[in-house]
């Protein structure tokens, strides 16, 4: 099994950092420790490193479907939408910051850009399109599955049906050796950024009184309009945030996942995973919940590859049956 994936990491560029369960070296150091449990050595060595590279892979997958899961979650807690088109933001971020890379070469002037751009169409899809509609949750759904299939043709126009990658700087593309372990750089960077991301976003919720506003929409609108919010600012705050996440993710994940015509729409359904277990509306809750999917997508493709699909949507469907509103959810 490590020839082929040997040969197809030769023939892609050294930047792409691949979505395998293992990374390439992974798989040699656990491939030649298999080699001498298989003669009677080494056996716990074996066992051990594949349990601490499946863990490490899967919280930096995890991370990055904190990106899309928190912005989703946080559009729903204050607006009540259910925006099947949030998918389509990451694809896009991803292929914007193809574009600024073509045009100027800087990967870190992608970021940016391309998540500021994508949140300024998120801010007016939102007051053009969505505000008007009101509260209807089915005209909700309707308008932004539109939109989704409006994204994804719009991509395939201008970028074509071709897969491409995002390379990053060559500085994130090396490994480093911790305990043995053969660790990629690119997917501690995506941990990082994290990190960052979620403390960003908990010190501006609970320590400003920007954040105030906020959880106060999320726990009653009609309470917060009555004591002088303005919700539809709030709203439409939400809502390019949530955009800008899904789109940072999109940029971080195409060096990761690749960008190709249908992520949009693989993303989607691991996103609403990710907010169900974790709760509507709750930052915390979508952190647990994306550490719980990364983990399950990413043991469940390394154990039981038959039924991976079961592996990451049990999870879900037990908390559901437990708790409806999620871990961290509210009524």
Same mark, same amino acid.
């Given at each position: 099994m490590t020839l082929p994936?040997?040969?197809? !990491?030769? #023939?892609r560029s050294r930047a792409k950092i691949s979505r395998d369960t293992l990374s390439i070296q992974s798989l040699l150091t656990w491939a030649k420790l298999q080699a001498k449990a298989s003669r009677g050595k080494g056996t716990e060595a074996v066992d051990t490193r594949f349990w601490l590279i499946q863990a490490f892979n !899967?919280? +930096?997958y995890g991370a990055l479907l904190f990106l899309v899961g928190s !912005? =989703? +979650?946080l559009i729903f807690g204050v607006m009540r /939408?259910?925006?099947? +088109?949030h998918g389509s933001y990451f694809l896009l971020g991803g292929y914007v910051a193809l574009s600024v890379i073509w045009t100027t070469g800087s990967w870190l002037l992608a970021i940016p850009v391309a998540a500021v751009t994508v949140a300024l /169409? !998120? =801010?007016?899809?939102e007051r053009v399109f969505l505000r008007p509609l009101g509260f209807d949750p089915l005209r909700q759904v309707l308008l932004t599955v539109g939109f989704a299939f409006l994204f994804q043709q719009a991509a395939l126009d201008i970028w074509t049906g071709n897969p491409f990658d995002i390379n990053p700087p060559a500085a994130l593309t090396q490994t480093i050796v911790v305990g043995g372990l053969h660790l990629p750089l690119y997917r501690i960077f995506m941990i990082g950024v994290a990190l960052f991301i979620g403390l960003t976003l908990w010190l501006v919720m609970e320590k400003t009184r920007l954040g105030a506003t906020i959880r106060a929409t999320v726990d009653d609108a009609e309470m917060a309009r009555g004591v002088g919010i303005d919700t539809s600012? /709030? +709203? &439409? =705050?939400i809502f390019a945030l949530g955009a800008f996440l899904a789109a940072l993710g999109g940029v971080i994940g195409g060096a990761f996942l690749g960008v190709y015509p249908g992520l949009d729409f693989e993303m989607l359904p691991i996103a609403f995973a990710v907010v169900i277990i974790g709760g509507m509306g709750s930052l915390g809750g979508a952190a647990i919940g994306a550490l719980i999917v990364g983990l399950a997508d990413n043991f469940g493709k390394a154990l039981l590859p038959e039924v991976s699909y079961f592996t990451l949507y049990a999870? &879900? #469907? =037990? /908390?559901?049956a437990v708790k409806p509103t999620g871990l961290f959810g509210r009524e």
């Amino acid at each position: 099994m490590t020839l082929p994936c040997r040969e197809r !990491g030769r #023939a892609r560029s050294r930047a792409k950092i691949s979505r395998d369960t293992l990374s390439i070296q992974s798989l040699l150091t656990w491939a030649k420790l298999q080699a001498k449990a298989s003669r009677g050595k080494g056996t716990e060595a074996v066992d051990t490193r594949f349990w601490l590279i499946q863990a490490f892979n !899967g919280i +930096s997958y995890g991370a990055l479907l904190f990106l899309v899961g928190s !912005g =989703l +979650s946080l559009i729903f807690g204050v607006m009540r /939408i259910v925006n099947l +088109s949030h998918g389509s933001y990451f694809l896009l971020g991803g292929y914007v910051a193809l574009s600024v890379i073509w045009t100027t070469g800087s990967w870190l002037l992608a970021i940016p850009v391309a998540a500021v751009t994508v949140a300024l /169409i !998120g =801010l007016v899809m939102e007051r053009v399109f969505l505000r008007p509609l009101g509260f209807d949750p089915l005209r909700q759904v309707l308008l932004t599955v539109g939109f989704a299939f409006l994204f994804q043709q719009a991509a395939l126009d201008i970028w074509t049906g071709n897969p491409f990658d995002i390379n990053p700087p060559a500085a994130l593309t090396q490994t480093i050796v911790v305990g043995g372990l053969h660790l990629p750089l690119y997917r501690i960077f995506m941990i990082g950024v994290a990190l960052f991301i979620g403390l960003t976003l908990w010190l501006v919720m609970e320590k400003t009184r920007l954040g105030a506003t906020i959880r106060a929409t999320v726990d009653d609108a009609e309470m917060a309009r009555g004591v002088g919010i303005d919700t539809s600012y /709030i +709203s &439409m =705050l939400i809502f390019a945030l949530g955009a800008f996440l899904a789109a940072l993710g999109g940029v971080i994940g195409g060096a990761f996942l690749g960008v190709y015509p249908g992520l949009d729409f693989e993303m989607l359904p691991i996103a609403f995973a990710v907010v169900i277990i974790g709760g509507m509306g709750s930052l915390g809750g979508a952190a647990i919940g994306a550490l719980i999917v990364g983990l399950a997508d990413n043991f469940g493709k390394a154990l039981l590859p038959e039924v991976s699909y079961f592996t990451l949507y049990a999870p &879900m #469907a =037990l /908390i559901l049956a437990v708790k409806p509103t999620g871990l961290f959810g509210r009524e």
